[in-house]
Structure formats: structure tokens, C-alpha cells
């Protein structure tokens, strides 16, 4: 069935504050797979009449490519995806990762780590662990003190060294994924103590991301299952930082002919968004690969419109 848009009632008004976002890193322009989650994104929060943001994750600089973010920003609007806030830029925001740091070593749950990768490799492989290519270390805890304390004497960043967060014993964590189900996994197990500020004094994805979020407001996380392995994580340092857990939402990856997800690295093409008919076609196509059936096919509609027949076909997760 094809929806006749023109017959589509007005969306409900912005209700209970559902606050969204979208938080992609400047390596490059946006490509199949990154449109998948700017759309799954979108139309989560616009299904439930809340504010969808724009947050650039240029935290990583050396990673970042000049002049992406403003492309990406102009790929959005061609696709008629708004934001409703002004973007915010990692980059701006060391204060606040910087004061988290800090609150978290008052907890005495940080030290402070000089092993290289190297250095961590090998003590793995002398306790006859090897990890898989393209997979972490799971940090064996080297540097870790017998006792932690409260690092009064150093403040963490200063020095060469990067600190890590020690987590208890048993560090399982659950949560519900609302298209996935319940999702569980034991940090010490999978991940070891990780880093939250690198010893190039850069901060990392894991804590800049859970401050930003509650900073934010953020009341519901939807990206890429690609990230699903980072959120128990995020949900730890929520939990230690004493922060609201928002609602998490991963959505299907697009895979490239090899079976691997699409991204920067794999030199994923851009989506073309010259006109406004191209732009409907690879929003038809991340629809597509977001389950939604039986949307107008594009040649009788504008992009505003077909935005709207997608909210509605949009599902209801809850
Ligand atoms: N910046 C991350 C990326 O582009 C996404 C972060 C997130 O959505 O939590 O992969
Ligand atoms: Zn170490």
C-alpha cells in the first residue's frame, strides 16, 4: 500500500521530553551506514514528539577531517533532517570531560597506566592470552594498585600517563535494548579497567559521551549496533558519575559486499545528496534497510513529505 501523504494528520506536539540525538565523528562525510542512524535517529524522536540534537564527536582530532562536520551538517539539512539545538562540539567541552575526571578520582576509582599497547600485549600473551585482530586487549590490570586511593597528590591529565577506571569484582551489567531485547556483559571479562583519558592527554569516546548525554538530556540513545558493545560501559560510568540512564536503541548495521560494516575506514562512498531527488533515494534506501515498508516511492513527493509518511510507519518502542 502506498500512503497517500496528503491525508497524514499533523505529528503530536513536542510531549514528556524525549530528547534524541545524533553524534557522528567528522572523519569523513556521511555514507549508507551513518545516514541509516541519522534517520533511525530522527524519526525515533519525531514518532515520539521530541527534540532531536546534532552533536559532533571531534574528540579524537588527529582523526577528524577538516571541513567534514560542516559537510555533514549540509547532508543532513539536503536530506530535510533538522536538529533542534545548537550543535555542541566535543572539542569545546574538555572542561566538562575534565571535571568528571576529577569527580570520579575523588571516588577513587581512577590510577594512573603507563603500559603501551605493546607492553599489554605481551603480558596477555605470557598468560597465554591472544586477542583476535580488530578486537581490544582486555587490559590486564598491570598498573592497577592493591589499594586505591583518592589520587589527591595528582591530578589526573597533567602527566604522561593515561588513567583507567578500576571496576569492582564481578562488574556485570544488564540492560534492556528496546529493539534487541536484554543485553549483558561482564566488563572485567570482555573489557578490563579502560581508559578514560589517553596519555596524549585526549579524552575518550567512552567518557566524553556519557557526560555529553546527561548534559544534554538525553532520554533516549539510538545508533548504530555497531556501538552496542560500548554502552554497558556507558552505563557503568553513568552509574558511578550518579546520572540518569537514558533508554537505548540500537539499530541494524549496513554491511558492504564482504559482510563488513560500512564506515570511513572501508572508504564507504558518500551519499549523494546533489538535488532533492537523490536525497530521497538514499533516504528510501536507509528506510528500506530500517524495515519501513510501503512508503511512498518517491517520484510525487517532497522530501518534507515523505519525512512524515516514514514518521508514521515509524514503529512505537517502548
Ligand atoms: N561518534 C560515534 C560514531 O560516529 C557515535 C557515538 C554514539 O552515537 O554514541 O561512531
Ligand atoms: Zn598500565
Known sequence: MILAVSKLKNLPPPADGYRGRFAPSPTGPLHAGSLVAALGSWLDARKNGGKWL?????????RCVPGA???IQSQLLACGLSWDEEVVYQSQRQAA???ALERLNRLSCLYACTCSRQMIA??????????PRNQEMVYPGTCRPATLINNSTETPGDSK???????????????EDLALGTQSQNLNIEVGDFVLRRNDGLFTYQLAVVVDDFEQGITRVVR???????TARQIYLQDKLGYLRPEYLHLPLVLDEHGEKLSK??????INT??????????????IHLGLQDLPDGQNVTIAEWLLAATHAWPTFS
Open 54 to 62: 546534532l552533536r559532533i564527536e571531534d574528540l579524537d582530532t588527529p
Open 69 to 71: 562536520a560542516q559537510e
Open 97 to 99: 570531560y575534565q571535571q
Open 122 to 131: 605481551n603480558t596477555l600473551a605470557s598468560r597465554g592470552i591472544e586477542t
Open 161 to 175: 600517563k593515561a588513567w583507567r577506571i578500576a571496576l569492582p569484582e564481578n562488574c556485570n551489567i544488564h540492560f
Open 224 to 230: 548504530g549496533k555497531d556501538l552496542l558493545n560500548n
Open 265 to 270: 575506514q572501508t572508504l564507504a562512498t558518500q
Open 274 to 287: 546533489e538535488d532533492e531527488r537523490h536525497a530521497l533515494l538514499e533516504l528510501r534506501k536507509a528506510a
